[in-house]
């Protein structure tokens, strides 16, 4: 089965950390993404830039608006992704757990459909 | 064989072993539904043959073998069934469905019925729906019966079971029990539900009944499930111990009108003695196994000193306030807190008891707590503050929503309200 991990966490809280506490992070995520791809439970993963640079799009009644940010305001903001394959839900929330933003924030993890025959 | 004899065999059979059955087919099928529609077929299909046949030398794998087969033939058939599970999922579900069976001995059917217990209780359910579906699927108790215990309508709680399986499906919740690593965390999961169903039971949090046997005995039969398939667990063995010496003490604890009556007012010749009996020897187990102390198997001990005393005066108050320290390393809690203070009072005083209890409200958790004013209310009455216990009785009432419970305050209340009108 596949699964998206969403990585949500505080993004003011994540950028008022010091350089050297980013860096430590940064270098668990290669780690950690480096482990599930020898794995073979990795399909992809990204990082996804701030919530500042997001943009929502909407279409009602044929008009297309466009507005500045993300769909919602919320606690904690989506930075990033993993889509992987694993045996079922507890293999899933294995690799959730140990995603480094687990410690600080929240993983969602969501059951993909599995394609139609 | 007549068809009459066939059927009480048969129900016979489904007494003892309905739930094994079940287990081991929704491994096999894995699916709830399909389970229970696979097991109704097969016990039907005994009725019809066995009177011919005779019944089986193993009458279980008759009815697994029956049921899965059964099963199989009506994914194969069933159109509505394929258009659920989509894709590729359907020809895994045949495949799984049709593979050889093994002949299934005690250790396979006791594998099924923990993992069955572990699949229900899975975290990623809701607790609500954790409990609902161990009643439902491990206890067997109908749709029906499990709504009148959580006071809601069978509708509601049909919905529930549907949603929580619906999750197991669509989030591929395994059926497994747990390896070793994560074991000990989920067994605390599986506890806490079957903990929950007693407490329901005992002293159900809304509503006019005080206790709700049928509960209280589900939750010890599931215990002493766990037991048989887990031995020598130390929580397991003091959960077990406690649901026991609580549930020995039931006969004593309400009146005829349905009125609370506290221990230290209870008619202790109306205890269980054969529970107690039973009790007493799982906490003793529980404490002699090294290692981890489970909070189980503390509280138990904590009962089981109460249960001792043949008379009240005969309370051992220094031993269980000295269990009471030990709980809260273990478990910090407020009700555990309170818990304490009341043994506090028995050995250092009402004013002593007070203090803490000021000091647990102080803090905040748990100011709607009606236990925590009543407490209130007595000490302050011991000391003789009957104004101010007159107040705190009169906040427990307020937050109080047990009708039992409720008299009971308000008896409380009169009481002080006698008592100042003679001062």
Redesign the interface.
């Known amino acids: 089965?596949q699964?998206l991990l969403l990585i949500y966490s505080n993004e003011a809280e994540m950028a008022g950390r010091s350089p050297s506490a980013i860096a430590s992070m940064t270098e668990e995520y290669t780690v950690f993404t480096k482990g599930i791809i020898q794995a073979g439970q990795f399909k992809a993963g990204d990082r996804l830039k701030p919530t500042s640079a997001a943009t929502t799009v909407r279409v009602r009644g044929g008009q297309v608006a466009i507005t500045d940010g993300p769909f919602a305001e919320t606690r904690e903001q989506l930075g990033g992704y993993y889509l992987v394959e694993?045996?079922?839900?507890?293999e899933?929330?294995a690799i959730a757990a140990r995603i480094p933003g687990a410690r600080v924030g929240s993983i969602e993890?969501r059951?993909i459909?599995?394609?139609?025959? | 064989m007549t068809a009459r004899v066939a059927e009480r065999i048969v129900e016979e059979v489904f007494r003892r072993e309905s739930g094994r059955v079940l287990a081991t087919l929704i491994r096999l099928l894995g699916d709830f539904d399909l389970a229970e529609e696979a097991r109704q077929e097969a016990f039907t299909a005994a009725v019809e043959q066995w009177p011919a046949a005779g019944v089986p030398a193993n009458p279980c794998a008759w009815l697994i073998t029956t049921g899965r087969n059964k099963a199989v033939d009506r994914i194969r058939r069933d159109a509505v069934f394929r258009s659920k599970v989509q894709g590729r999922e359907v020809a895994s579900a045949e495949a799984d469905a049709a593979a050889p069976l093994d002949e299934p001995d005690d250790s396979a059917f006791g594998d099924d019925r923990l993992r069955l217990i572990f699949t229900c209780c899975h975290p990623a359910l809701g607790s609500e729906s954790q409990i609902a579906l161990t009643l439902r699927e491990v206890c067997g108790l109908s749709t029906q019966a499990v709504a009148r215990a959580f006071l809601v309508s069978e509708e509601t709680m049909a919905q529930r079971l549907v949603r929580a399986k619906k999750k197991i499906r669509d989030a591929g919740i395994p059926y497994e029990t747990p390896e070793p690593p994560l074991f000990n965390q989920r067994i605390q999961g599986v506890l806490a539900v079957v903990y929950g169903v007693f407490t329901e039971g005992y002293a159900a949090t809304t509503g006019t009944r005080l206790v709700d046997e049928e509960l209280c005995g589900e939750a010890i039969r599931l215990g002493k499930l766990l037991d048989e398939l887990l031995p020598g667990n130390s929580a397991v063995l003091g959960l077990l111990a406690l649901m026991l010496l609580h549930d020995a003490r039931r006969p004593a604890r309400e009146s005829h009108e349905g009125d609370v009556i506290l221990l230290e007012d209870q008619d202790r010749t109306l205890w269980d003695r054969t529970k107690i009996t039973e009790g007493l020897a799982l906490v003793d187990e529980a404490l002699s196994i090294p290692g981890q102390l489970s909070p189980y198997a503390v509280q138990a001990a904590i009962a089981a000193l109460h249960v001792r005393a043949r008379k009240k005066e005969e309370t051992d108050w220094p031993q269980i306030v000295g269990l009471y320290e030990v709980l809260l390393r273990l478990q910090p809690s407020p009700v555990i807190e309170l818990n304490h203070a009341v043994a506090v009072s028995m050995v250092d005083g009402a004013a002593r008891a007070l203090d803490l209890v000021d000091s647990l409200r102080a803090r905040g958790q748990v100011s709607e707590y009606h236990l925590l004013h009543a407490a209130r209310g007595r000490f302050l009455q011991q000391l003789g503050r009957l104004r101010e216990a007159g107040e705190a009785y009169r906040a427990a009432l307020g937050f109080a929503t047990l009708e039992p419970e409720r008299r009971l305050l308000a008896a409380r209340i009169a009481t002080i309200e006698a008592l100042t009108a003679e001062a």
């Open positions: 089965m699964y694993a045996k079922n839900l507890d899933a929330t993890v059951p459909w599995p394609p139609v025959a």
